[in-house]
């Protein structure tokens, strides 16, 4: 969590840059203000986003921008990946999407009947990590790179839940209810 936030890691394309429209977008503001509310998400040193929400839809996914308040996300701060290729991440919307999209793409591609993956910077506790068997990543990696993706990637086969080191959870499932209710059963325990 000390890593300072420096913005995205990739370079965006823009297909387009009218608003992203789709009818699961007011469920996905809805999950990021409960996220805000509930602690979820601390911002990062240096003024950063505290996390990131996202849900799949027919050609590609929707997530929240890069820097976006998720307390109060507005109709440009969500953005629709379509593809990504090498360090380029093409998309439609105003803004860039979150330094850690590409997390959720591979995410995606390796996890495909998840639809919805909800990330927070929050740490959880020692003593839930342990009760709910919580995968946690064996080294700690800067944010958005393809070294913290890697490390990602070799635990999340089976988990719907795991921590990334010391830097923040991951909830995933088949739709965005499941991913926030699963997460937020976990803390309330906290
Ligand atoms: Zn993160």
Redesign the pocket.
């Known amino acids: 969590m000390s890593e300072k936030y420096i913005g995205t890691k990739f370079t965006t394309n823009f297909l387009s840059q009218q608003p992203v429209q789709h009818s699961q977008i007011s469920e996905l503001k809805k999950w990021c203000s409960i996220f805000a509310q509930k602690g979820l998400s601390p911002a990062l040193p240096g003024g950063g986003f505290g ?2 929400l996202s849900f799949r839809c027919s050609n590609g996914f929707i997530i929240t921008a890069t820097g976006a308040n998720l307390q109060n996300i507005s109709a440009s701060q969500l953005v629709l990946v379509k593809k990504i290729k090498g360090n380029t991440v093409f998309v439609e919307g105003k803004q860039q999407p979150s330094s ?1 999209a590409i997390l959720h793409y591979a995410l995606y591609t390796k996890r495909p009947k998840v639809n919805a993956i909800f ?1 927070g ?1 929050n740490l959880l506790n020692s003593k839930l990590i342990s009760q709910y068997n919580i995968p946690i990543t064996a080294k700690k990696q800067p ?1 958005g790179s393809y070294a913290q993706i890697k490390e990602v990637l070799k635990i999340c086969a089976n988990y719907d839940i795991l921590l ?1 080191k010391q ?2 959870f991951i909830s995933m499932a088949a739709n965005m209810n499941s991913a926030g209710k699963q997460i937020l059963d976990i803390i309330d325990k906290g």
């Open positions: 996390g990131n850690e990330h910077h944010y990334i830097h923040g």
